[in-house]
Nanobody, 122 residues
């Protein structure tokens, strides 16, 4: 059974930083990309960032470019999202996902985590 478990969310003041982690288990994810998405109250889920299996390719939403950094450790089946210079509009539930690269960057995932809440106060 595939499981994706996010951690690292919380409450932070604007301008602060958080680091999210997502650990995957239950199967081999060789050649799979991993990504982060978020959903704010009353809004649709949106793409945040993605990273390919080799980490050679990354992609970011325009709204987070220059502030967020995605990385992964394949020995641990874990993807990270370093979030700096956080803004109140970054407040959302953040989800990680696993899928092939073309699906992740298209906003789709084969497997999803349960989400972790990030709240940025002004």
């Amino acid at each position: 059974q595939v499981q994706l478990v996010e951690s690292g969310g919380g409450l932070v003041q604007a301008g602060g930083s958080l680091r999210l982690s997502c650990a995957a288990s239950g199967r081999t994810f060789s050649s799979y990309a991993m990504g982060w998405f978020r959903q704010a109250p009353g809004k649709e889920r949106e793409f945040v960032a993605a990273i390919s299996w080799t980490a050679r390719n990354t992609d970011y939403a325009d709204s987070v470019k220059g502030r967020f950094t995605i990385s992964r450790d394949n020995t641990k089946n874990t993807v990270y999202l370093q979030m700096n210079s956080l803004k109140p509009e970054d407040t959302a539930v953040y989800y990680c996902a696993v899928a092939r690269w073309v699906r992740i960057v298209a906003g789709r995932g084969n497997y999803w985590g349960q989400g972790t809440q990030v709240t940025v106060s002004s």
